[in-house]
């Protein structure tokens, strides 16, 4: 669940447990600065590039956490029933 705009990307309040965002190794509280070599600066072009891809797709991140930036890679997962 993504919900939290920060300053230079998108932060993220909470990671489903299981789901793709968890395996690739993202966690609540990072902060996503790209998602596939594309800058996400609001939550919208984030959740507009994630419905360009298929279930199984590969991705790729990179995130702020702390101090930190990490470059993480996953595959996406099914969007939980709300």
Request: aromatic share 4%.
């Amino acid at each position: 669940d993504v919900n939290a705009v920060d300053v230079e990307g998108v932060k993220l309040a909470d990671v489903v447990k299981g789901g793709g965002a968890e395996r690739a190794g993202l966690k609540a509280g990072d902060v996503i600065l790209e998602f596939d070599g594309v800058a996400t600066k609001v939550f919208d072009d984030l959740r507009l590039m994630i419905e360009k891809k298929a279930v199984g797709d590969q991705f790729r991140v990179k995130v702020r956490r702390g101090e930190d930036e990490l470059e993480l890679s996953g595959t996406l997962g099914e969007r939980p029933a709300e």
